[in-house]
């Protein structure tokens, strides 16, 4: 049940969703518990709806739900403060990382044209900043595009600006 609180906790402590990674990397990090049992922990908190997944791509984001919330705001008193502290520690030194992680998405689908699309955007908490469709002849070519928009959304949006003002 610790483990279940803490990953409610974590996701009721930011606005905006976080990776089934990022929950990952802080639970397993400080060797709260094993990879498996967080696997379920993520499956049994969704089908409980206490927590909504959505998948893009190869990346699986949560939100805490509004039953989660209840749950968590019953059964807070059992995560001890000093756990509580990491994570409130853990999100201050992170959280511009994670909101960057999970605010740039892209993906990639093959058209009825036999094309693929790739289809990129960019988010400042709920207001998409940009958003790009981009036809490309084949999948390897969208693939590469969908993995540098990670690291240079920022530049091509400066770019875009830049030439239409």
Not at 32 to 53: D, G, K, P, R
Not at 69 to 98: M, V, W
Not at 133 to 138: A, R
């Amino acid at each position: 049940m610790l483990y279940k609180l803490i990953v409610l906790y974590l996701l009721d402590k930011v606005s905006f969703p976080l990776t089934q990674s990022q929950i990952s990397e802080f639970i397993l990090d400080k060797g709260y518990t094993s990879y498996m049992t967080l696997q379920q922990v993520f499956s049994e908190l969704t089908e409980n709806n206490l927590i909504a997944s959505h998948t893009t791509g190869h990346r699986t984001q949560f939100k805490i739900t509004p039953e989660g919330r209840d749950t968590l705001g019953f059964f807070e008193g059992r995560i001890s403060d000093i756990i509580k502290e990491e994570i409130k520690e853990y999100l201050k030194e992170h959280s511009l990382d994670l909101r960057n992680e999970v605010s740039v998405t892209s993906n990639y689908y093959k058209t009825v044209q036999g094309e693929y699309e790739a289809v990129l955007s960019a988010k400042d908490k709920d207001t998409t900043v940009i958003e790009l469709k981009l036809s490309l002849p084949t999948a390897q070519m969208a693939d590469a595009i969908c993995h540098r928009w990670q690291e240079k959304n920022q530049e091509v949006y400066d770019t875009l600006t830049r030439i239409l003002f």
